[in-house]
């Protein structure tokens, strides 16, 4: 199993939609979840962090963090074709390693 | 503020060739990171400095890869010799603790491709 991983994508979705991007991680020990975004051909860059379980929200996006089921996910809402881009998953492990998921790629059509 | 700085932003070498990296990270950040990026996938985590010490590098292959972090600041990755399979992004990140916060800051990478 790997450490982190993402919903595959790519995910599609309509402007003005809600697009949900999911995470799992497998160290329970984890304490620090982050968000980040990657444009193609650029670096990643931080657009969420939680540590609490519960919701959190920033503007159009809300990360969710369950800590008893081992899962974080992004919401967007009102999605926007600026947020078309790679959605990294980020987990800090409870040996203070950061890992990274795989990515999901979202794409969203005017 | 300056974020991460890292040069150079691409670096086209030959295979059996060294290459070096150099990273900047944010002023008053204690912990740096490299990672590399293969196409399509996520950050691999190389090496991680607390200060001058690295604290983890299990991921690094010591057989080619080496870094330094002297008095905590700067830092570089080099590779020697380099491998066809080492093209890819390599990315420079620091953060530092705040509490519970650490969210790390990347720069904008070294593109390295080996023919």
């Known amino acids: 199993q790997k450490e982190v991983e993402q919903n595959s994508g790519p995910l599609s979705v309509p402007e003005g939609a809600i697009a949900s991007l999911n995470c799992t991680y497998s160290?329970?020990?984890?304490?620090?979840f982050f968000w980040y975004r990657q444009y193609s051909g650029k670096s990643p860059e931080l657009i969420m962090f939680i540590y609490s379980n519960g919701d959190k929200e920033d503007g159009r996006f809300t990360a969710q963090l369950n800590k008893a089921s081992q899962y974080v996910s992004l919401l967007i809402r009102d999605s926007q074709p600026s947020d078309s881009a790679t959605y990294l998953c980020?987990?800090?492990?409870?040996?203070?390693?950061?890992?990274f998921g795989p990515g999901t790629s979202l794409s969203v059509i005017p | 503020e300056a974020g991460v700085v890292q040069s150079p932003r691409y670096k086209i070498i030959e295979k059996k060739q060294p290459v070096a990296f150099w990273c900047n990270p944010i002023s008053g950040h204690n912990t740096l990171y490299w990672y590399r990026q293969n196409l399509g996938q996520g950050p691999e985590l190389l090496i991680r400095y607390e200060n001058e010490e690295a604290v983890d590098d299990s991921q690094l292959p010591k057989d080619r890869f080496s870094a330094e972090r002297l008095k905590g600041v700067d830092s570089t990755l080099k590779i020697q010799p380099a491998e066809l399979g080492d093209s890819a992004v390599y990315l420079c990140?620091?953060?530092?603790?705040?509490?519970?916060?650490?969210?790390?800051?990347f720069g904008q990478g070294t593109r390295l491709t080996v023919v």
């Open positions: 160290d329970r020990g984890s304490q620090s």
């Open positions: 980020a987990v800090e492990t409870s040996y203070d390693k950061v890992i």
């Open positions: 990140a620091s953060s530092s603790r705040q509490g519970a916060n650490t969210e790390a800051f």
